[in-house]
């Protein structure tokens, strides 16, 4: 039996259309990243994505090294569970006056002069 060989799959393979294209192939879309940030903040990035995705495994590996007496680690895992603190959700700020204020501003009620109306 022959075997065929597979080609690598790349970013600049072309990729085959439907039947209702002009040129039957397209490039493949590519995601842009910032150029904006410089190194240090996209390594930042990536590493608090990795804390995020690994935080159980971190924290058990914190705890067992604090355990067998490792001074650092147990600073560390200290340290964190002291600094939790409840993120402040900024209030929303209101423009212009309250509605308590509002009505406040107008006019007291007055009865017409008339009495009472009748519907």
Same mark, same amino acid.
């Given at each position: 039996?022959?075997?065929?060989?597979?080609?690598?799959?790349?970013?600049?393979?072309?990729?085959?259309?439907?039947?209702?294209?002009?040129?039957?192939?397209?490039?493949?879309?590519?995601?842009?990243?910032?150029?904006?940030?410089?190194? %240090? $903040?996209?390594?930042?990035?990536? /590493?608090?994505?990795?804390?995020?995705?690994?935080?159980?495994? #971190? &924290?058990?590996? !914190?705890?067992?090294?604090?355990?067998?007496?490792?001074?650092?680690?147990?600073?560390?895992?200290?340290?964190? %569970? $002291?600094?939790?603190?409840?993120? /402040?959700?900024?209030?929303?700020?209101?423009?212009?006056?309250? #509605? &308590?204020?509002? !009505?406040?501003?107008?006019?007291?009620?007055?009865?017409?002069?008339?009495?009472?109306?009748?519907?």
């Amino acid at each position: 039996m022959a075997e065929e060989k597979q080609k690598p799959c790349t970013r600049k393979t072309k990729v085959k259309t439907g039947s209702t294209t002009k040129s039957r192939t397209r490039e493949p879309a590519i995601r842009k990243k910032e150029a904006n940030q410089d190194g %240090a $903040e996209q390594l930042r990035q990536e /590493a608090d994505k990795q804390v995020g995705l690994n935080s159980e495994k #971190l &924290a058990d590996l !914190l705890a067992q090294k604090a355990l067998e007496g490792d001074l650092a680690s147990t600073k560390m895992l200290l340290g964190l %569970a $002291e600094n939790k603190k409840p993120r /402040a959700k900024p209030g929303k700020k209101r423009r212009g006056p309250s #509605l &308590a204020e509002q !009505l406040t501003a107008e006019p007291e009620w007055q009865e017409p002069a008339g009495g009472e109306q009748s519907l």
